[in-house]
């Protein structure tokens, strides 16, 4: 058993400790092996020599990003502990400066692996639950592909599976059939783009709602394309999307396992095109998990109880 005492002179011990120490309470509950004990701004421990080790290296990263950000959430604490690497975010995270100045970045460490993963490949899967930021992400990495000139338009696709496909009965043209389906698409790209712009690119075709049904006989050069809830897609839908793909093009595919909302006897074209196309050179697959969550706390919460009772079955 060691003891060890850390100095804390970098920032108000109050705002490492949160208010009535609900931040060191939450903090503790990571290391139960560890006896962490405050005093002022004194940090005293009492452990294994290795738990503490481990404790000082989390410890410092989470001093280093209050010092660059000025602020340290219960999410930003998490991230830091349970990610392997260090979590702070860099000038190398920011994709791209949306609307009103606002840096989009890569927050996370499965969201930096994206990032990572479409500049050496020219597919990628994104696969994790509501919240995660995969969407987002594709959407940002899209945006920053055409601003780039790295490709000449950005198509967006996504099954609509509550209408069946078969959208001709609904009102309007084919923009307004599918804004229902695709609004998280068209906020990221609110986000992204200035509205002027954006309209701009949306009536020029620069940017384009292409409804997966009418994907069919499409060769997509030069194009960053992605589809969202693809595990909505029927096997056959899948295979047709992914054959689309023409040259000089990125395909970002994104879905959670957890919602799928085919028929009950229909398989999921995304569960079985992940398990053959696995290994595949060029085709990275990303799981995101619930530390990538960046919404409220409690969804968070909510993935990981459905997670456990799901795994407990």
């Known amino acids: 058993m060691s003891e060890k005492v850390l100095e804390i002179n970098s920032i108000n011990p109050l705002d490492l400790y949160g208010a009535n120490n609900k931040k060191l309470t939450f903090i503790k509950q990571f290391f139960p092996k560890l006896k962490i004990v405050a005093r002022g701004n004194q940090l005293k421990l009492i452990g294994e020599e290795e738990v503490i080790q481990q404790f000082e290296l989390k410890f410092d990263l989470m001093l280093q990003h209050f010092n ?4 340290l959430t219960a999410s930003n604490i998490e991230r830091i502990i349970m990610d392997d690497a260090s979590v702070l975010e860099g000038d190398d995270d920011v994709l791209l400066h949306g609307t009103q100045g606002r840096m989009i970045k890569a927050r996370t460490a499965n ?14 899967f994104a696969i994790g639950p509501a919240g995660t930021g995969k969407t987002y992400t594709a959407v940002a990495l899209a945006v920053r592909s055409l601003k780039n ?7 967006l696709t996504r099954p609509a599976v509550e209408a069946g496909e078969n959208l001709g009965f609904l009102p309007g043209d084919l923009k307004e059939k599918l804004d229902p389906y695709l609004q998280p698409l068209y906020d990221a790209l609110r986000d992204m783009i200035p509205t002027e712009k954006l309209n701009e690119y949306l009536e020029g075709g620069v940017i384009q709602i292409a409804p997966l049904a009418f994907m069919r006989g499409r060769t997509l050069d030069k194009a960053f394309v992605i589809l969202d809830e693809a595990q909505n897609t029927t096997t056959h839908q899948m295979k ?20 799928v909302d085919l028929p009950p006897k229909q398989p999921s ?11 595949i050179k060029g085709i990275s697959i990303i799981k995101l998990d619930e530390k990538d969550v960046i919404r409220h706390e409690l969804v968070k919460k909510i993935i990981k109880a459905y997670k456990d009772k799901i795994e407990n079955k």
């Open 68 to 71: 660059k950000y000025q602020r």
């Open 111 to 124: 969201q930096r692996k994206m990032v990572s993963a479409i500049e050496k490949n020219d597919m990628l």
């Open 149 to 155: 000139k790295e490709v000449k338009r950005i198509i």
């Open 240 to 259: 047709m999307f992914l054959t689309r793909m023409g040259m000089s093009a990125k395909f970002v595919i994104t879905g959670d396992e957890t919602q």
């Open 269 to 279: 074209g995304l569960l079985e095109c992940l398990k053959a196309l696995k290994g």
